[in-house]
């Protein structure tokens, strides 16, 4: 075989759902919210004499051209991609190249993916390597599969300049593979393991480097499953990454993924302040302590939620919130409860999906013996349809109950009292970046953010929900002037959410009050209007 090949990673499209911020990022001029960062990793380990090129089906378009020039096609996608993905496997099919598939979705369901010659299943590190020597010598195997957890102090350090980086709102990097948690709805066990493996500090801040000399500056989303998962490492980690940005002058605003014990270790949470961190998402899922205890959320029933989070919002460090509704324990009126849950904690962003049965996971495993599952996961639990399995409650009333949820937390009054709720909790001495003023940073972004601004004022004043917005920005600044990125942030995300919100909804989704009472049997007037499996 030549030694000069052509090989060309695909990232297919992700649909429109709240994950995506596609409405958002109208706002800031940006193309996507983050690049693959699986795929970058990747292309690492290909041979300098390769020709080696990301594509990424969310800032650009795959031509044929691009296919039929390449030699090898390489796709890895996530569950919600596997439409789009099934496409460009069609379309090299139809153009005569050669695809090797990898990351989540092949990882876990391969055997519901057609036309792939090459399947490369599990974590990159072990297994891509064997692919690539059988490919050189001109004999690559149909499958490659491996379960082994790979240490990740040798992890290779992604290929960032192979990626178009200002045409993304956020730069991905990864500190650590597997979560100590084992809740029965999640894939993360299955995939990564429950032992934590993280990389050295040195490690974690050459791809900082390398990621600061593409020349972008902004939002760095840490995109392990739980960040903390082992406390100490962490810590040894911030340390490090708190000397580092102050020595940058914080050219990263800091996010990431946790467990809700990060409000109970003061030490951590003050480090994550000091490291520059903005924003934690964390699995709330649901105020019903039968469903957490029937999913194995444990680690949710040691605290009061609503303690936790506070803690953590006091600090200056925004919680986002994953919740869920469809488990077997919830009762009749989870949706009202999950209503009135969101907005005691004040969280603007507020993820709320139905149960979906992963592969491999425990729910899924489970439900498979009760007979229950009706179809295969679509990856976008953001949908009415989005249940794979018979829950306990009706299905029309989770639908309904769904769909006032949303409408309910995504109406502009209740989405700008929470983010009201939110900045009277933020400490008056923090301004966005959360750690000292990034001033470096604040100048070289500031065409943008004046962009942003005056894209806000402008469609947002004069939008449906203008009079809201309005009344909202003149609270929010007069109560945290300082604040005055993180206001337009929070608006402008809302935009999305409740662009979202309307364009999956709508046509009238509320059951009426008598046929609530009938299904429900309520009161009508009691009812509230993720690396390297590449």
Known sequence: MSSHQKFLLVYPRIPETYWSYSHALRFTGKRALMPPLGLATVAAMIPASYECRILDMNIEPLHDSDISEADLVLISAMIVQSRSMQGVISRCRRLGTRVAAGGPYPTSASEQIEGVDHFILGEAETIF??????????????????????SLCDSPIPRFDLLSMQKYESVPIQFS??????CEFCDIVQLFGRTVRSKPPRRFIAEMDAALATGFRGSMFVVDDNFIGNHRRTKELLRTVAAWQKQHRFPFQLCTEASIDLAHDRELLDLMVEAG??????????????????AGKKQNLRCSAVEAVRTIQRRGIEVAGGFIIGFDSDPADIFDRQIRFVQQLAIPTAMVGLLTALPQTALHRRLEREGRLTAAASGN?????????????????????????????????????????LLRLYPRRNDVSVGPKPKGNMIRG?????????????RQTFSRYGLYYIRYMVHAIRLRPAQIVRIFTMAIQGHHHMTVTRSMFSRSAVVGAEEYKRVAG???????GTLSHW
Not at 284 to 294: F, G, T
Not at 404 to 414: C, G, Q, T
Not at 522 to 528: E, K, M, Q, R
């Open 129 to 150: 390597p064997q692919f690539l020597s059988d490919y050189a010598a001109g004999n690559p195997k149909p499958r490659y599969e491996s379960a082994a957890r790979p």
């Open 177 to 182: 593979r597997g979560c100590p948690y084992d």
């Open 277 to 294: 961190f903005r924003m934690v998402f964390v699995g709330l899922e649901s105020p019903v302590e039968d469903s957490l205890a029937a």
């Open 381 to 421: 639990n953001f949908s009415t349809t989005a249940m794979n399995f018979r829950p306990l409650l009706p299905p029309r009333l989770i639908a309904e109950g769904y769909r006032r949820v949303l409408r309910a937390l995504y109406s502009p009054s209740r989405y700008f009292d929470r983010c009201l709720r």
């Open 446 to 458: 500031a065409w943008r953010a004046i962009l942003a601004v005056t894209r806000s004022l402008v």
């Open 522 to 528: 309520l009161d009508p007037g009691a009812v509230s």
